[in-house]
């Protein structure tokens, strides 16, 4: 798991150049770039890292500042942050996965306009917490709380980062019901090692044995 900074992906894109001039100008314009990493900063967006082909890198910009590569940025739609990428990082320990059964999955995402965004799987961030020594703030490894972004090519040409209870993947030989499931939220913490019904033989053997506690019923 990294701190603040992650490696991703490699993505060939392009950027919306008025993100590499404040907002104030060259709005309309885009030049390539390769989009290579992300920061994660608690209570922000997503923040990518991309490359230009004059050599600059460009650090910090949110997912809205990119569209896919080959398309024509005049018939991009733009789309504000907030309907690309639901929730912001939840900490400064990011987790960057490719997972295999969704490596060029096609999916879609239900949106804040009450409508569906077809795209393509690219990767995931998730997030933790793994220093016991710093103070947990954040709701990363709260289980009602948690949440990851899965990022996704999506097909008008924008990218989005969009949590698991939003999105329908399509395995074509395995996806065969048509429905948005009506599961609930997890609330368990799940701990394998919260019983006082067992205990361990004390002994050196490497094959120790495990006892049940009997209850004591004689009172």
């Not at 920061?39 to 082909?53: K, N, V």
């Not at 295999?100 to 949106?111: A, F, P, T």
């Not at 409508?115 to 103070?135: E, M, R, S």
């Not at 074509?172 to 090692?193: C, G, I, M």
């Amino acid at each position: 798991m990294s701190y603040l900074n992650a490696n991703i992906p490699l993505e060939y894109a392009q950027i919306r150049r008025e993100y590499l001039y404040d907002l104030k100008k060259h709005h309309g314009e885009v030049e390539d770039c390769i989009i290579f990493g992300i920061t994660s900063l608690t209570g922000r967006s997503i923040l990518f890292h991309a490359i230009m082909e004059n050599g600059a890198v460009y650090y910090r910009l949110p997912i809205s500042a990119f569209i896919q590569r080959g398309f024509d940025p005049e018939k991009v739609p733009k789309r504000r942050l907030d309907e690309l990428e639901l929730w912001n990082s939840f900490s400064y320990y990011p987790a960057i996965t490719t997972w295999d059964i969704l490596g060029g999955v096609s999916g879609k995402y239900w949106g804040k306009d009450k409508k569906w965004h077809p795209g393509k799987y690219l990767f995931t961030i998730d997030w933790g917490h793994p220093d016991a020594n710093v103070l947990d703030s954040d709701h990363s490894e709260i289980p009602q709380e948690h949440k990851c972004a899965h990022i996704i090519a999506l097909k008008d040409g924008n990218y989005a980062a969009q949590p698991n209870n939003r999105i329908l993947w399509d395995l074509p030989s395995f996806t065969v019901k048509n429905d948005v499931p009506d599961w609930k939220v997890q609330t368990t913490e799940w701990n394998a090692e919260d019983t006082s019904k067992w205990i361990t033989e004390d002994s050196d053997r490497f094959f120790y044995n495990i006892e049940e506690i009997k209850d004591d019923d004689s009172n």
